[in-house]
């Protein structure tokens, strides 16, 4: 590689090489085989390289640095050029002698970390010291990375998108009469770049590409975090095919993917949010910056259904007897990690009552809550967007479908279903237009890792959140409908800056269940400041038990956003297992958002996240794109000394408690809401104490009721005595039905 990344045991390297060429858009071609516990297909990659004048220009920045100064050694193919009659005809099989290919259904032959067993006589390539680098550099030629894990690759092979019948539109002649890779490169580039208006023609012209003829065998490697290849004699991105099929599979024990039972005892298979992302579902480039949009069309059996990331709410189609398959597309480009998959015995649950009315909030609403709109033209790269769509900027409640597996149908209808259009409401009411034109929500099988996780067009809640009252259940949901603003409309450059996902997403779910259960001002900051006090206590702890190199939320400094020169970077503990279960990004973006929103006051705060939304959805942000744009628009009085650099130095990169924090955390008082927690706490001290045998003259404690989150406050005080009782954890249980309580309680 141009930079040695040299990651440490827990970092996650991103191998791809970006800042030469990008994904713009992928094709995949998928069934899910239960028995094997596998996804096998196809997937077509359509490429633009970063710099289409490299050729022209000779560009020679990068060198060959192999630690052997070798050429390197690669089988030589046949050069890809032919007249379009046989183009139309050909197999993808060329015969190259020189390796060995498996074809779709083949015995995988790799080893656990996805090398063939032979990786030279496979692919040509020297697995061991790769003296090719990822640039242009004179005679040796362009290798494409791909961040890729736990798949087995079976061939790769460019596609004859010139054999496509109509593509000669592209081509700017009335008909094809030769074909060249630079004619090809052309039509690649020519549909990528098609307006936003014909994205129907557009995704059309793709899924008739991806089903073209090969021609022509391509060179691969992979090893433990990257799939290599090139092709002979194309020595630039620019040179090298924009449009290419891979043909593989997953393993069982792939790292993106989980293989289980449901609640019901079905099997299923969903993306956990794995530490690796999307690397072991299919080959792709993983760096933020790779945004792009996809299609899949995914085959199961027809007892199934396959929920994905996509704009459509799909619906089987019938392909023979016992088999279907369903389509999901994205037009908005988003980074290849935010896509995701669940198949399995789903069942859909419908509202009791589907009134006209209710159809037509979803359709469409008045515009009478929207005149906080900023009306100008998008910043981002161009995709049929809802933000210039008028009566997408109204629609306060998108359509939504809610899956669960069959035995927890009653429990989602009760608690679930009728917090949907209230939560999205709320969200709407807060932050404007919805970026993303539907939901579905799934209840996910019982050993997901957490209690949710958002992605384009879908939400997974874990079934925890179904117990008890329906407080957690809507807090958790306000949460990921955040990240649909935050997180994936809006999405972090460095990755090591989850604040600005998890921070956005743990202030606004406040907001935004405040707004849902419709209360008053100040009931509502009476539940933000029990929420705050709750979690000033989780970060203290957080800050206790956790490496202080783990506790920044901007650990790369001046150097975030960097990554070297051919786009490869590290994201520092992206591995480390306890990061998992930290909560540091979220509990510190979140004070000092609140911070901020206190110093600005909350109108003007939230006015400002408006405009912040409408500047910079569909784009990668940095810390301080948000805190530059945030004091540009706070009046001079408020200021004080507020600086992106002293926001850098108190809260983004240091550790521990920020000052800023501290200060305000002494010098507030207790709300009414944890004050009565107070009282309560000092009834069941007196009881804790009491003698096994008591006076007969001893009046029994009356306790009052609790809210979830007051009863949560209540616990963590109790568990700070040196004792408890077994009667008094007995008196507990009774009290409050401990065991019928939430997650977060139980």
Not at 128 to 138: A, F, I, L, R, V
Not at 241 to 246: D, E, F, T
Not at 417 to 441: E, K, N, Q
């Amino acid at each position: 590689m141009d930079v040695k990344l040299e990651p440490s045991w827990d970092d996650l390297p991103l191998m791809a090489n970006t800042s030469h060429i990008l994904v713009k858009h992928y094709v995949l071609d998928l069934d899910v085989d239960f028995e094997s516990q596998i996804f096998e297909g196809t997937i077509v990659l359509f490429f633009e390289s970063r710099n289409r004048l490299e050729k022209q220009s000779g560009s020679t920045k990068e060198t060959c640095r192999s630690e052997s100064n070798e050429a390197c050694r690669f089988s030589t193919p046949e050069p890809c050029h032919s007249p379009v009659t046989d183009t139309r005809t050909s197999s993808s099989k060329t015969g190259y002698n020189d390796f060995a290919i498996c074809g779709k259904g083949e015995k995988d032959t790799s080893g656990k970390d996805g090398n063939h067993d032979n990786p030279e006589q496979a692919s040509g390539i020297s697995s061991s010291k790769y003296c090719c680098d990822t640039g242009n550099h004179g005679s040796e030629d362009f290798l494409l990375v791909l961040d890729c894990c736990d798949l087995s690759v079976f061939k790769v092979e460019e596609v004859d998108v010139a054999a496509v019948p109509g593509i000669e539109t592209f081509t700017g002649s009335p008909q094809i009469t030769f074909v060249s890779e630079e004619l090809r490169n052309q039509i690649v580039h020519e549909l990528v770049t098609l307006p936003a208006d014909r994205w129907r023609e557009q995704f059309d012209y793709y899924a008739h590409c991806s089903q073209a003829p090969g021609c022509g065998e391509l060179l691969f490697d992979t090893d433990t975090w990257s799939l290599q290849i090139r092709k002979t004699g194309a020595q630039t991105a620019t040179d090298f095919p924009h449009a290419i099929r891979i043909w593989y599979s997953t393993k069982p024990q792939g790292r993106s993917v989980t293989w289980t039972s449901d609640q019901s005892g079905r099997p299923c298979v969903y993306t956990m949010g794995s530490p690796v992302n999307n690397r072991a579902l299919f080959p792709c480039q993983e760096p933020p910056v790779a945004m792009s949009t996809w299609q899949a069309t995914v085959g199961a059996a027809a007892s199934f259904v396959v929920l994905m990331s996509g704009e459509n709410s799909a619906k089987p189609t019938l392909l023979r007897e016992g088999r279907a398959s369903w389509h999901y597309y994205v037009t908005m480009p988003m980074p290849a990690s935010t896509f995701t998959i669940a198949v399995g015995s789903w069942a859909e649950m419908k509202p009791e009552i589907c009134s006209s009315e209710y159809l037509a909030a979803e359709r469409s609403l008045t515009p009478s809550e929207a005149d906080f709109r900023c009306v100008g033209i998008c910043g981002h790269m161009e995709y049929p967007c809802r933000f210039q769509n008028p009566s997408a900027t109204t629609q306060e409640v998108i359509p939504h479908r809610v899956f669960a597996p069959v035995c927890l149908q009653g429990a989602c209808q009760e608690t679930l279903l009728p917090l949907v259009r209230p939560c999205l409401s709320a969200a709407h009411s807060v932050l404007g237009t919805h970026p993303f034109s539907r939901l579905d929500i799934l209840i996910v099988p019982a050993n997901f890792p957490s209690l949710g996780m958002a992605s384009p067009h879908i939400i997974f809640l874990s079934q925890s959140v179904l117990i008890g009252m329906n407080h957690l259940c809507g807090t958790r949901l306000c949460h990921e409908i955040a990240h649909a603003w935050f997180g994936l409309a809006i999405g972090a450059r460095d990755w090591t800056e989850e604040w600005l996902s998890e921070g956005f997403a743990t202030h606004l779910e406040d907001m935004f269940w405040a707004k849902a259960q419709q209360l008053a001002p100040h009931e509502a900051w009476e539940q933000q400041e029990l929420k705050a006090d709750l979690r000033w206590r989780c970060l203290q702890d957080e800050v206790r038990n956790y490496p202080e190199e783990m506790q920044v939320l901007r650990p790369n400094k001046e150097k975030t956003g960097h990554v070297s020169d051919s786009g490869s970077s590290v994201i520092k503990h992206g591995l480390n297992p306890e990061k998992v279960f930290m909560q540091v990004h979220y509990l510190k973006g979140y004070f000092l958002l609140r911070f901020l929103a206190q110093r600005l006051g909350d109108d003007t705060y939230f006015a400002f996240l408006r405009k912040f939304v409408h500047t910079f959805h569909g784009q990668l942000i940095l810390s301080q794109d948000f805190l530059q744009m945030l004091l540009e628009n706070i009046p001079e009085e408020k200021r004080l000394d507020l600086s992106v650099e002293n926001i850098f130095r108190d809260w983004l990169e240091s550790s521990g408690i920020p000052q800023p924090l501290q200060t305000e955390r002494q010098a507030r008082a207790e709300c009414g809401l944890a004050r009565r927690v107070g009282a309560e706490v000092h009834k069941w001290i007196r009881v804790n104490r009491r003698p096994q045998k008591r006076k007969r003259r001893e009046t029994e404690e009356v306790f009052e009721k609790l809210l979830p989150d007051q009863l949560v406050l209540l616990l963590e005080y109790l568990l700070e005595q040196k004792t408890l009782n077994p009667r008094t954890l007995q008196s507990l249980e009774r009290t409050y039905q401990l065991s019928q309580q939430d997650a977060e309680v139980s």
